[in-house]
């Protein structure tokens, strides 16, 4: 096709997906192709513009190294990420839901053991005590579950936005018992804004949005024969739940943190100042289950 316009180049850019493509191949590209080209008739940008999402996408792509993924924050607040981990880990009621992983995640926290402060070396924030199980189907506890834990320092900052101070710091593995109970202490989390300072804030900030995330802990939960867990509980009250930047929230992720006066903390530490509790019991799945048919019609 030669006498290429605006009625028929869609069709065109199409045809001259090969045959010969792989299945999955060729159903990406032809929708790629058809939503961005309905996008461009129906927002009708100028040259102008069309430059400036070009430009957009370089800055995008400048930003990114070793230590900084702002294409991935471009999908997180875009809702992008959330909605491609919903579609990936239907699951039923009784299962610990999932969300994003995030940014700020970093292999090879120490393991640690039961009931251990990961808060050592940190200051400020409220002594905080989480507890709970890690439970089968059945309600049934599972034994030597994996709980990979880590959260945003008091400053609003994870460690490895500051190489001045140590790694690792609130980041810990733990492992269940028979009973398949967990527990640790921490300090209280707080809300933080992600990373703003780059073409996405740009965005948020043109689009009239915050970049703030709700106070939360995150965990990958993991053992034999379940489907791995990516999630966060986050603080009941917490202004920003309803107004997440990367739309993480999710209700049954929502959990009290309960203050107390001094005394005594659940794992017997004598406590001269208020401390928070919180409990939380995760619910996994086997592997193998298939997942849960979705009309998304």
């Not at 919903?86 to 640690?112: K, M, Q």
């Not at 999630?231 to 990367?246: I, M």
């Not at 309960?258 to 406590?271: C, F, L, W």
Request: glycine share 10%; proline share 8%.
């Amino acid at each position: 096709m030669r006498n290429l316009t605006e009625e028929n180049l869609t069709d065109a850019v199409l045809g001259r997906i090969s045959e010969g493509a792989d299945a999955r191949t060729r159903q990406l590209s032809e929708a790629l192709v058809r939503h961005l080209h309905a996008f461009i008739r129906e927002v009708e940008p100028t040259e102008a513009e069309w430059l400036q999402g070009i430009q957009f996408l370089t800055r995008t792509g400048h930003m990114c190294d070793e230590s900084r993924q702002e294409f991935i924050l471009l999908s997180d607040t875009l809702g992008v990420s959330m909605l491609v981990d919903a579609i990936n880990h239907r699951r039923p009621g009784h299962a610990t839901e999932n969300t994003v992983l995030g940014p700020f995640h970093v292999d090879g926290a120490p393991e640690r053991a039961m009931g251990a402060c990961i808060a050592e070396g940190i200051e400020g924030g409220t002594p905080t005590f989480v507890d709970g199980r890690v439970l089968d189907g059945e309600g049934r506890p599972i034994a030597g579950a994996r709980l990979d834990v880590w959260q945003v320092r008091p400053d609003r900052l994870y460690d490895v936005q500051d190489p001045e101070q140590p790694s690792m710091q609130l980041r810990a593995v733990f492992r269940t018992g028979d009973d398949g109970r967990y527990h640790f202490r921490t300090v209280l989390p707080v809300s933080y804004a992600i990373p703003d300072d780059g073409p996405v804030g740009d965005m948020l900030r043109a689009m009239g949005r915050h970049p703030w995330r709700p106070a939360h802990i995150h965990f990958i939960v993991t053992a034999p024969g379940y489907a791995p867990v990516v999630t966060h509980l986050f603080v009941e009250g917490d202004p920003y739940l309803d107004s997440d930047a990367v739309f993480g929230v999710k209700n049954s992720l929502v959990v009290r943190f309960d203050e107390h006066p001094n005394g005594t903390a659940p794992d017997g530490t004598p406590m001269d100042e208020t401390f928070c509790t919180a409990t939380y019991d995760f619910g996994l799945v086997p592997a193998n289950l298939p997942p849960i048919p979705t009309d998304t019609r």
